[in-house]
């Protein structure tokens, strides 16, 4: 039961709160859920139900929530300089060692950050950086950009181009010119067909070289994909792909920009996904992990070329936000990786055998009978639900399975996000193995209830 109080906050968001993603008529008829407390990876709501996050948040509190170390941290950035900006000749200590923090996690020769504060601020930088360098080296015709179908970078009015949803655009009137989505991505699940996974691969990697030989190779500025693709399905491309979709870049002279915002920090049980696959991007964004979520922090980090070419003009980048390098986002970041270091939670053996489990584990599930496939990389997961194991059919767009399993696992005390007919699972790196016992029996609950009901 609601309390008045209670009632009056569901009132209150209702009357005056346009939330993100969200029908509006529809969450003011049911009452959004009201989260009152985080702690490790539970959230509790106003009636007290302890919910396990298998969602991190939203792919983000990677050493979990509601540490006292990180508060402490908070509170004294707060005391010693709650603000000051970066912009006249001026730097504070924690975003320069922040700085220099973020050069030695990433792969290659990463040696430039600029700060944001959310992950859609950090590719619109990047994309602003990228028109900056070609200009800078005399192309000023590389203007054209290459995304993929079902990508996710962001709802700024360049990310959301980026993307590959269409959903992102219709209501928009985006994506903005120069912008150019390949697909299928590289999802063998769902786009396979008949193919091997090795021709699936390469029928990917092609579908990106017909597009850059047709916007023609001297146009083209970079090429942006996230290491697995998360917002649009938990796309795993299959071995291989990268380094395939490196070398294509390297063979035309286009920025490989690999946007992090979820693979960065330790998803793949590496630093970053791209040193996951052993290649090395230009360009990475990054956001979510790199504080866990205790602070709005983001950043865009160059390497080779277009890292020496930016920090030697000699004339101003023009760009910068007022929250760049925030002096209490940018110490909470460093505490953060502070922590992930000190409790052996990225790149370890212990936490590569948390990986394994939660791998196995979640493998189990594909005994039910609503379950296509399950599959796994780091501490990502995803299950497809389907109609029919051996055909691959799905659920149709109204019959809304993923939506119905999502209501499902949070009335068992679970957050698993639904893409359409795919569940998706991102749990704090400091899940333990009993929490991934617990997610799994809990989804298969309501795995199990879902059932029920869509094949009653
Ligand atoms: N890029 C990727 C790959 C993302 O997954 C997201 C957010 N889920 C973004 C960019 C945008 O980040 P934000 O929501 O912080 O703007």
């Known amino acids: 039961m609601m309390t008045d109080q209670e009632k009056t906050i569901q009132d209150l968001d209702a009357k005056h709160h346009l939330h993100p993603f969200m029908p509006h008529p529809d969450i003011a008829r049911k009452g959004a859920r ?8 539970y959230i509790y709501d106003d009636s007290g139900h302890k919910i396990l ?3 991190a948040g939203l792919w983000t509190t990677q050493i979990g929530t509601g540490r006292e170390e990180m508060v402490q941290t908070a ?7 709650s603000y000051y900006n970066t912009f006249f000749y ?20 990463i040696s430039k950050i600029h700060f944001a504060s959310s992950g859609s601020e950090a590719v ?3 994309y602003k950086l990228v028109k900056y360098y070609w200009n800078l080296k005399g192309q000023p015709q590389r203007k054209q950009f290459i995304a993929r179908e079902n990508a996710y970078h962001g709802s700024t009015a360049v990310a959301a181009s980026l993307c590959g ?9 985006l994506p903005i010119d120069g912008i150019h989505h390949v697909g299928p991505a590289p999802h063998y699940y769902n786009n396979g067909g008949e193919m091997t996974e090795d021709a699936f ?10 597009k850059i030989l047709e916007i023609g190779p001297d146009n083209v500025a970079a090429f942006i994909g996230e290491p697995i693709q998360g917002a649009g399905g938990l796309i795993i491309p299959p071995e291989g792909y990268w380094t395939k979709v490196e070398a294509l870049c390297r063979k035309y002279g286009i920025l490989l920009w690999c946007d992090e915002v979820i693979t960065g920090w330790g998803r793949t049980g590496k630093w970053f996904g791209s040193e996951y696959y052993g290649v090395t991007p230009d360009i990475i964004t990054m956001a979510k992990g790199l504080t866990s979520g205790y602070q709005p922090l983001s950043a865009v980090a160059l390497g080779g070329d277009i890292a020496e070419t930016i920090s030697q003009e000699e004339g101003e980048m023009v760009h910068g936000f007022t929250y760049s390098g925030h002096p209490v986002a940018t110490a909470v970041g460093l505490k953060n990786i502070e922590i992930m270091e000190r409790e052996g939670l990225i790149d370890t053996p212990d936490q590569d055998e948390k990986i394994s489990y939660f791998s196995e584990q979640l493998s189990l599930l594909n005994d039910h009978p609503l379950v296509g496939e399950t599959r796994t990389l780091g501490l990502l997961g995803a299950i497809e639900l389907v109609k029919d194991k051996t055909t691959r059919a799905r659920y149709s767009d109204e019959e809304n399975v993923g939506f119905i399993c999502r209501e499902h696992c949070f009335d068992s005390g679970l957050v698993m996000r ?4 795919t569940m998706i699972l991102c749990p704090p790196l400091v899940i333990t193995t009993e929490q991934i016992d617990e997610l799994i029996a809990k989804a298969r609950e309501a795995l199990d209830k879902t059932y029920s009901q869509v094949s009653g």
């Open 90 to 109: 001026t730097t504070h200590p924690n975003v320069a060692r922040l700085a220099e923090k973020i050069a030695e996690k990433t792969p290659g020769d």
């Open 418 to 421: 639904s893409v359409g007919n």
């Open 53 to 55: 996050d298998a969602m």
């Open 124 to 126: 619109d930088t990047a």
């Open 75 to 81: 509170a004294e950035a707060m005391r010693q300089l």
């Open 201 to 210: 691969r390469d029928h990917c990697v092609q579908a990106i070289e017909d």
């Open 165 to 173: 949803l269409s959903g992102m655009h219709e209501k928009y009137d």
């Open 34 to 41: 009201v989260i009152t407390r985080a702690e490790g990876c």
